[in-house]
């Protein structure tokens, strides 16, 4: 059955130190790759998403996802972390075929620390 | 554009009550969802609506009802409000089944007493 396992819950760092959130997925078809975030009591908005090309996708605000199919990996980077980057971040796969509902990881808390 | 709204935003009930949320997307989107969210569970899905005039269950569908009223409203039906269902619920809509991602609304904070 599809899975996405979120590998660290927390994950604290300190203003402008570089940050990956790991996500990593089991599915034995193509599927496709998404980066949720959830600010503090706010909705969902979509971060960054892989559908086929490039294995390396970026967000305008600097994050960017490397798409490892041989380690079913789609982790998210960022070079250098804002105060403001203090969010929820959800890894969610969806197959391809007929029933292309989203399976999702259990989150990452990111708290960027001054 | 609205994209999808969500009403109401935060809502108290007694155990027992019914209540109605809604849910609109003014993207003309096929798909829509209603999800629950709470602390380390993640996001479950209690209902979608892969096209107009279908619906499915989804992980959580007990003690809830939905209507998919039209293209644009999906709503979703608490029939008789028990305290396990205090949560913050939210909906989606995607183009088509999630190839291009969701939309998601701000949420409905719902506390059951």
């Known amino acids: 059955a599809q899975s996405v396992t979120q590998l660290d819950s927390q994950v604290p760092v300190f203003e402008e130190a570089p940050v990956e959130l790991r996500c990593n997925y089991s599915?034995?078809?193509?599927?496709?790759l998404f980066w949720y975030v959830q600010y503090p009591n706010q909705g969902l908005q979509l971060l960054l998403k892989?559908?086929?090309?490039s294995t390396l996708v970026e967000s305008i605000n600097g994050f960017e996802a490397e798409f490892n199919k041989s380690q079913t990996s789609f982790h998210l980077r960022k070079p250098s972390v804002h105060i403001s980057d203090t969010a929820e971040y959800f890894c969610?796969?969806?197959?391809?075929?007929?029933?292309?509902?989203?399976?999702w990881g259990l989150g990452t808390s990111l708290a960027v620390n001054p | 554009n609205a994209g999808v709204t969500q009403t109401p935003k935060f809502q108290v009930l007694k155990t027992g009550q019914s209540m109605t949320l809604q849910c609109a997307q003014d993207m003309n989107h096929n798909s829509m969802y209603w999800y629950r969210q709470d602390p380390g569970m993640g996001l479950r899905l209690i209902y979608y609506?892969?096209?107009?005039?279908?619906?499915d269950k989804g992980e959580v569908p007990n003690g809830y009802n939905v209507s998919r009223l039209n293209k644009r409203e999906f709503s979703l039906r608490l029939e008789s409000a028990a305290p396990s269902q205090t949560s913050v619920y939210f909906c989606a809509s995607s183009e088509w089944q999630g190839d291009y991602g969701y939309t998601f609304g701000s949420g409905t904070r719902l506390t059951v007493v």
């Open positions: 599915s034995s078809v193509s599927v496709y």
């Open positions: 892989y559908l086929s090309g």
């Open positions: 609506s892969a096209s107009e005039g279908t619906t």
């Open positions: 969610a796969v969806s197959e391809g075929g007929n029933n292309r509902k989203l399976i």
